[in-house]
């Protein structure tokens, strides 16, 4: 097992100097990556039990007992809610702008790192093909100089480089991508939810009547 590893590492280390680069990205992406699957949660940010029960006892009348679920929580979902309780004294528009407000800032927890995420997959790519261009100029180069004992080895080490950069580069790039598009489609269907939900929320203050507060309290008897 050991030789397996000693031998890897010495394989990675043909790439060059540009699979140190590589591998910060690497280290980089993995961490955002694990740190966003264990952020996002949905159980976490959008407690369905817990938003059912806010919504109950809305609807029993008891605003206090609301917020102060909404506090025993905090979260995305669960700060908009308070915040827009708190301001049910204001008219219909300004309880939205206010529900905008304090939006904005959750919106961008939620976001958070997945732009980082993006451009390390972006600059892996790039990373891996300059070490290609840097290889194959290596190789050339030699072959278009005078014969030496030598040049075989020298192509060969070149070629290397432009391989193992490329793959690098790639198995870099990868899950970068993959986890960008997977964790932005996952908070823009919590930004839905939360829009769904604050809507239906400044709905029930103004007019008392909310199709999502009825569904949501119903959901709780379940």
Known sequence: MIHVIISGIEQLGRGGFL??????????????????FYSLRRSKLMPDRLIARIYKVLERGNPEGAISLCESRPGPLTNILRVGISSRHLEGEEIKAVIDIAAKPEKLKLNKHLNILAFLGSVSVLIGLLGTVLGMFMSFGVVFKSYRPDT????????????????AGLVVALPSMIGYAYFSSKVDNMINDMTRHSLSLV?????GKSHLVEQEASRSEE
């Open 152 to 167: 075989t080895s020298t192509v060969a080490n070149g070629v290397s480089v432009a391989l193992l950069t490329t793959v």
């Open 203 to 207: 709905r029930f203050l103004t007019t």
């Open 19 to 36: 699979m140190i680069p590589l591998l910060i990205c690497s280290i980089l992406a993995h961490t955002i990556i694990l740190g966003r």
